[in-house]
């Protein structure tokens, strides 16, 4: 039988690039033979921090909080919500970030505090569309418009807000000062009580303010920063310098 053969253009490439990141032929290898680990097999995005991927973990009907497996990558449950609240937009991780010195030393600034520390997870990325996307565990390409200064048992855990790239309602926002002021509203109430347990009644989150895009592109280039000093055995799979 003749093997069919498959043309793969310039444009393919870029493509893979972009998903999985470097220019490493391996690397690249691997990423068409595996299924990429959503915080280190994924590129940030070559145009970051303007367009940055988003790793989805939770959707607005998710009544559980799904939360990914640091050493795996796979998707796990964190816990089920205890109350009826659900996040109201999608929720997720920007490939490639952490949030560590860089970024909590911006926290620091921000809100004029001393001693803060990053919470050493991904950073996180909120997205609004008008479309239904009935499920999670999926990436998507989005535009920063601005984040939330938020603080979690006294550690830095930034949520940047973004748009989905093209959505008909929301992809034209260019900053978080567009955003319906009752959506901004039920996202923080979110936040702030997404931890809350029965009989609780002092809360460990707190938002110290809300910013807008320029600070949002400052906090993920320091969080990509924060990345490279964290893991530099995969500096192979970072895109060009933020």
């Known amino acids: 039988m003749k093997e069919k053969r498959v043309k793969t253009t310039g444009k393919t490439i870029e493509r893979m690039n972009d998903t999985h990141g470097g220019s490493d032929p391996f690397q690249r290898l691997l990423g068409l033979m595996f299924k990429a680990h959503p915080w280190h097999g994924v590129s940030i995005g070559q145009e970051a921090p303007d367009i940055v991927m988003a790793y989805i973990e939770i959707v607005p009907t998710d009544t559980v909080k799904y939360e990914v497996d640091k050493r795996s990558g796979f998707l796990k449950v964190d816990r089920p919500q205890r109350f009826s609240n659900c996040c109201p937009v999608y929720y997720g991780l920007i490939p490639q970030t952490y949030s560590g010195e860089q970024v909590a030393g911006m926290f620091a600034k921000r809100a004029r505090r001393k001693g803060m520390v990053g919470d050493g997870d991904p950073l996180d990325i909120c997205v609004l569309s008008e479309k239904n996307i ?109």
Not at 170 to 191: E, K
């Open 134 to 242: 009935p499920h999670s565990d999926i990436l998507l390409t989005a535009l920063p418009i601005g984040g939330l200064s938020m603080a979690d048992g006294g550690e830095a855990d930034d949520k940047i807000i973004a748009v989905m790239r093209d959505d008909a309602v929301y992809g034209g926002f260019t900053d978080i000062s567009q955003c319906p002021s009752a959506l901004m509203d039920r996202l923080q109430h979110y936040f702030l009580t997404y931890k809350s347990a029965p009989g609780t009644t002092q809360h460990k989150v707190e938002i110290t303010s809300v910013y807008g895009r320029e600070e949002a592109l400052k906090v993920i280039r320091a969080s990509h920063a924060d990345y490279r000093a964290q893991y530099p055995e995969l500096s192979s799979l970072w895109p060009k310098q933020l």
